[in-house]
């Protein structure tokens, strides 16, 4: 609407103008012949021609009035862990599981339990976590069923959390899964050497153990255009899937809706929940502690790191006195921000949906554009979707992990982190904040004299420091990158205070300039004097005329490196970007093994494929 209201206006303004300017010259030329239309003429008709396209074409169509209905309290249910059960129940036939962390794989599996009523089938999403998966050979007891695995792959190659107890089940089981139809779409990245290793195995072990499976592994790649090959793969699995059962698309669009908008004026809104924490995670007695059921940890400390620089990256610490939690990996739960917020994966649906725009523009106009829901709603008011339907597309806010900054050795109360706050422009001129991290910069020690918190839960991970203190360990973590490393050194100085003999400790880090954006650094100088850090590298990338990276460095002190790699059995770990530096450091090993090793190219990636497997190359990488 308000484009055209627009329109209209400035049309107005222009003919207003015209008017004065042309009696103008009338008056100052007599002779001017009488033009065929006046003025006003042209006004009158702009005017028609202008409210009949407002009325055909971009009218608001009048919204029924919503129906009031009465306010009943959900009543808490038991919980249902056989999914066999539940299908039963409620009549479903495809049953599609999701192993998700950040929620993708969630929502893929939602939109394929949707499409199910298209082919006259039932779907429905499920957390393997809350669902017991050793039910899964009892799937044949109903008719025409099927499984579908919706599984991202993480770490070393690793399952999602809710996706653990599944995968040990699958590797322990001998079930016979005979008469089980299946299928399997694996997201993960090309740029991690575990390539969608989780949905690989799911597939494969699956029919080792007898399953049918009735339609290809999907190979999603969140490197180049996850969503685009998830649709390809959709778009084949569903005729599969009917070939298979010999049914026929019946054309229903998914019109059931999970939400129902109803507007209540009478509602007591002490029993309204508004974001507030449940009452389990306010008295942080259960445990386990995880996304479901996170800790509330105090924050202590909430400083910035850089001295320059129009970014903000910050170091945090949090207190988790009584948690009983023992960390590797820390992650929060942000329960509080807002229901609409950047996600790329529902807007290529929502264009679908909308029958707006071709889709060749999604590309461009979406994706290279960064247009959030919010932008694409306001750049198109006439899309004016229901409520209700955008409230389904929307998925949960996930929680987001941190690398831990401390050691739990030397502060077994408290835990850090640091990060960057995201913040930048958008093309279409949008300021795009980060979530969580800018939620997180504003989390002060005291409010008006209160103790801040925040609900966080802690994840296992490999990235640790070697069984034995006297192993020499190569830390390469530019920018951010640098956080596990504060832990692992802090590590180091405590052990060497408690009489150990710690190897060699050496890091490469890097950043912009040293006036700016050195994190860390009197820790870390005073780490170097005190013959902790056995070697403090610095690449500054911008402090002269060319730049330069860890990768750089590395390759300068490359005889060094290689004998403690070669001959002292040194660690190697690398933490920060996946997509550039990752490759560059890894790049940047090959060459030191070919120059100083004289191995061949691939006889020296195979050395370091083989370093990984020992668990002496580890990466802790995002993208
Ligand atoms: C920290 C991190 C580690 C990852 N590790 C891998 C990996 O080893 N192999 C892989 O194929 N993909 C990996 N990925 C990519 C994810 O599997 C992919 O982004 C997926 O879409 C995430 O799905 P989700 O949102 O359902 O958790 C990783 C992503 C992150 C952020």
Partial sequence: ???????????????????DSESQLLADEEQTPEPLLSSLDIFLFSLIVGLLIYWFFFRKKTEPVPEIKPFTPVTPQIRETSFIEKMKKTNRNIV????????TAEEFANRLAKDAQRYGMKGMAADPEEYDLSELSRLKEIPNSMTVFCMATYGEGDPTDNAQEFYDWMQGTDDDLEGVNFAVFGLGNKTYEHFN?????????????????VFDLGLGDDDINLEEDFISWKEQFWPAVCEFFGVEATGEDSSIRQFELVVHND???????NSQLREKTRNSEIKPFDSKNPFLATV??????????NRHLMHIEFDITDSKISFILYCINNTYTILLFYYRNIILYFYIKYNFFFFALYQSWVLDSERNILAILEDLPSLNPPIDHLCELLPRLQARYYSIASSSKVYPTSIHICAVVIEYTTKTERVFKGVATNWLKNKEVTDNGHKLTIPMYVRRSQFRLPFKPSNPIIMIGPGT?????MGFIRERAWQKKQGKEAGETILYFGCRHKNEDFLYQQELEEFERAGVLTQLNVAFSRDQEHKIYVQHLLKKNKEQLWKLIHSNNAHIYVCGDARNM???VHTAFYEIAEEVGSLTHTQAVDYFKKLMTKG???????S
Avoid at 1 to 19: A, G, W
Avoid at 267 to 273: K, P
Wanted: hydrophobic share 30%.
């Fill in 96 to 103: 599609v599981f999701y192993g998700s962390q950040t929620g």
């Fill in 616 to 622: 002496r190359y580890s990466q802790d990488v995002w």
């Fill in 1 to 19: 609407m308000k484009t055209i209201c627009f329109r209209r206006h400035n049309c107005f303004l222009n003919s207003v103008k015209m008017e």
């Fill in 300 to 309: 202590t400390g909430n400083r910035k790191l850089n001295k320059g620089g």
């Fill in 481 to 485: 990158g640098i956080a596990p490393f």
């Fill in 267 to 273: 509602i007591n809104m002490n029993q309204v929940y």
């Fill in 582 to 584: 990752a490759r560059d």
């Fill in 197 to 213: 290793a989780t949905g690989k195995y799911t597939d494969k072990r699956l029919a080792e153990l007898g399953g049918k499976r």
